[in-house]
Nanobody, 124 residues
């Protein structure tokens, strides 16, 4: 059974930091490109950080708003992916989701798995 379980969210004051974790199981971790997304109330889900390929590489990509404050990392041995968020602002309030993606063009079965998310609330 595939599982992606996010943790580490909570209430934090503006300017604070959080490190989110995503524990995965049920699929071959290195076969997927891992990423983090978020969805704020009334808004569409958006990408915040991603590894650009599956495997053992560490090439990453961030949208402009995330550069400098968001850092994605992974521990292949533990099949976990992390998101460090620094200098949090109220506009970062959202549910943060972990995703595992394998594209068809990479060969073999493709898939897309999502976790259920962890709430991050930034407020004084």
């Amino acid at each position: 059974q595939v599982q992606l379980v996010e943790s580490g969210g909570g209430l934090v004051q503006p300017g604070g930091s959080l490190k989110l974790s995503c524990e995965t199981s049920g699929f071959k971790f290195v076969s997927a490109a891992m990423s983090w997304h978020r969805q704020a109330p009334g808004k569409e889900r958006e990408l915040v950080a991603e590894f650009t390929a599956a495997g053992f590489g560490f090439s990453v990509n961030y949208p402009d708003f995330a550069k400098g404050r968001f850092t994605i990392s992974k521990d292949i041995a533990k099949a976990m992916v992390y998101l460090q968020i620094d200098n949090l602002a109220p506009e970062d309030t959202a549910v943060y989701y972990c995703k595992a993606l394998r594209r068809r063009e990479w060969g073999g079965p493709s898939f897309e798995y999502w976790g259920r998310g962890t709430q991050v609330t930034v407020s004084s």
